[in-house]
């Protein structure tokens, strides 16, 4: 997955709660770099 995440709320700069949003840029098809041979 390839993803784009921005931060719209943070405590540490003084807002009341912690928020981010993640948007979805790309789905990958999972690829294993091991062989499953059982």
Partial sequence: MKTE????RDM???DDAYE???KL???VP???PYKDDD
Avoid: D
Avoid at 5 to 8: D, P, Q
């Fill in 5 to 8: 995440v921005t931060w719209v």
């Fill in 12 to 14: 540490l700069r003084g």
């Fill in 20 to 22: 981010m949003r993640v």
């Fill in 25 to 27: 840029t790309k789905q």
């Fill in 30 to 32: 999972e690829e294993y």
